[in-house]
């Protein structure tokens, strides 16, 4: 017969393990860092994850700094690899500096990947990259050629001068750019993701480069940031505006003929993809060499190297930007 003590012990940890349970202990642990989790893009993001964590039985910590601010960032994967989640999926503000973070996550047996904008290749195991940098940058240029029949000048806003993936998207831009002669880029501002920001420079812009034609912003809160000055300028029309912006947030300035269009791909597929990469790597359904995953209901996506593409971005104007409400 057991003792009474050894009952209380087995008593005690069946208690332990059922608290456990019901508190979702035995749960994958997916944590999602966004580059800051005030912004609409990252946001609408989240709709996506959520409902991808959902359908796959996982618990979800959404969590970042509430502006972009790559120290911050560091910090959350530094308590997420104490508190041992089983995967982190991140949007790197900082490629080398979040780096260190994740590799340390790596050899802690922390599964990493990364979104929207990638880490080192050898701190994550995969990217879930919204669509080719070179599609993003071309598609860019030659909307902004199209709309200045290729001859004038103009401006880009980006994030932070240091963000990965508006780097890359410049370099293709700038590349394009050979094609059209008779445009010049004459500058390129930070906004630091935020659209005051983005709205002080552009002012700054049009007062600097009296022929200034366009403007790009390559972040999405810098593009009603840019729209909100040419429109208090009195210069609709006369300085053009487009970008990588969400239709909910570019609605207004697209019907007033401030922005002529935005560039994006859709943020919720982008969230849910995510975490469904997230998982199949936990789960080992997804290894390294893959050539597609198999995404919910979302279908089965191809990999290219390590990254997972989601897809061709779309461009919305006046006549199809109000049937999207994210
Ligand atoms: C901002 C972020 C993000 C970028 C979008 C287009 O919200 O900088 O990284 O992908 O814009």
Redesign the pocket.
């Known amino acids: 017969m057991k003792s009474p003590s050894f009952r209380l012990a087995v008593l005690g940890l069946a208690l332990f393990a059922s608290v456990g349970s019901a508190l979702g202990a035995d749960k994958i642990m997916v944590g999602m860092l966004p580059?800051s989790k005030g912004?609409g893009?990252f946001i609408a993001c989240k709709v996506g994850s959520d409902k991808a964590a959902k359908e796959l039985g996982v618990e979800l910590l959404f969590d970042g700094p509430t502006d972009s601010n790559a120290a911050k960032q560091n910090e959350i994967v530094e308590n997420w690899i104490t508190l041992g989640v089983d995967v982190i999926a991140v949007?790197a503000e900082n490629k080398e500096g979040i780096s260190t973070a994740l590799r340390k996550a790596q050899r802690q047996g922390i599964k990493i990947v990364t979104y929207?904008?990638d880490a080192m290749p050898d701190a994550r195991s995969f990217f879930v990259n919204q669509a080719t940098p070179e599609g993003i940058g071309h598609q860019l240029m030659d909307e902004a050629a199209r709309l200045l029949n290729s001859e004038g000048e103009f401006a880009i806003i980006t994030?932070t001068m240091t963000?990965g993936?508006?780097r890359d998207w410049m370099k293709h831009i700038e590349e394009r750019l050979k094609r059209y002669p008779k445009m010049k880029l004459v500058a390129v501002r930070p906004s630091d993701?935020l659209k005051d920001k983005a709205q002080s420079e552009a002012t700054a812009l049009m007062s600097a480069n009296p022929n200034l034609k366009l403007i790009m912003s390559i972040?999405?809160?810098a593009v009603p940031g840019a729209a909100e000055a040419v429109k208090q300028a009195g210069k609709t029309g006369k300085v053009k505006v487009i970008g990588?912006g969400l239709p909910s947030e570019n609605r207004r300035y697209v019907h007033e003929g401030v922005t002529d269009s935005v560039i994006?791909w859709k943020t919720e597929d982008l969230g849910y993809l995510t975490v469904q990469a997230a998982v199949a790597l936990v789960r080992g359904e997804l290894k390294p060499g893959a050539k597609s995953l198999k995404a919910g209901s979302l279908g089965t996506f191809e990999i290219v190297g390590d990254n997972i593409i989601l897809g061709t971005p779309f461009v919305f104007n006046k006549g199809n930007i109000d049937q999207f409400n994210f």
């Open positions: 580059k912004n893009y949007a929207d904008a994030a963000a993936n508006q993701d972040c999405s809160p990588l994006l």
